[in-house]
T-cell receptor, first 113, second 110 residues
Framework: KAGVTQTPRYLIKTRGQQVTLSCSPI?????VSWYQQTPGQGLQFLFE???????NKGNFPGRFSGRQFSNSRSEMNVSTLELGDSALYLC????????????FGSGTRLTVV | QKEVEQNSGPLSVPEGAIASLNCTYS??????FFWYRQYSGKSPELIMF????GDKEDGRFTAQLNKASQYVSLLIRDSQPSDSATYLC??????????FGTGTRLKVLA
């Protein structure tokens, strides 16, 4: 059974640019959540999608957005990148909305220069 | 600001000993609690979850929950060097939104 697939694994972007990250959940999983992980802040919740609808949102600025497609794949977009956006972005999927825990993908390491 | 607090460590234990990892949470409405293990350079992986007060055992791992004290712990029996990792505690806040602690780094000494 394939796990959670995130692409790309690494990205280097310049301040002011925008970036799109992709996540394919485990087959059959309809809930996808996104987290930002940094050494200082740990894992911070970005948003959660279930059946193409955003069900929860964390305390991030509007520059961070996402969407989920009918096949449960999800994308996350960050516009007008700032240096502080450099982080590991993790996608996690679950059958129901995290009720029994999440399976995380390997993450996308974003570096903003 | 709803929080989950963990001691960052490192917590060093000798091989074969019991490692005790602790976590407190601020949201009295939290219903579900999770422990994840994260090896350096890897993504978190779920160890176990607990919903009810008391103990829940899974192999060498035991999760303990005390909702009155807002306290969750993870015991690892017969600790092995391969258990050396960062352990993340998470609590649900609202509808299945997780709040993660910053993790405790465990070092099991051979």
């Amino acid at each position: 059974k394939a796990g959670v697939t995130q692409t790309p694994r690494y990205l280097i972007k310049t301040r002011g640019q925008q970036v799109t990250l992709s996540c394919s959940p485990i087959s059959g999983h309809r809930s996808v959540s996104w987290y930002q992980q940094t050494p200082g802040q740990g894992l911070q919740f970005l948003f959660e999608y279930f059946s193409e609808t955003q069900r929860n949102k964390g305390n991030f600025p509007g520059r961070f957005s996402g969407r989920q497609f009918s096949n449960s794949r999800s994308e996350m977009n960050v516009s007008t990148l700032e240096l502080g956006d450099s982080a590991l972005y993790l996608c996690a999927s679950s059958l129901k909305q995290g009720e029994y825990g999440y399976t995380f993908g390997s993450g996308t390491r974003l570096t903003v220069v | 600001q709803k929080e989950v607090e963990q001691n960052s460590g490192p917590l060093s234990v000798p091989e074969g000993a019991i490692a005790s990892l602790n976590c407190t949470y601020s949201d009295r409405g939290s219903q579900s609690f999770f422990w994840y293990r994260q090896y350096s350079g890897k993504s978190p992986e779920l160890i176990m979850f607990i919903y009810s007060n008391g103990d829940k055992e899974d192999g060498r791992f035991t999760a303990q929950l005390n909702k009155a004290s807002q306290y969750v712990s993870l015991l690892i029996r017969d600790s092995q060097p391969s258990d050396s990792a960062t352990y993340l505690c998470a609590a649900t806040s609202g509808t299945y939104k997780y709040i993660f602690g910053t993790g405790t780094r465990l070092k099991v000494l051979a």
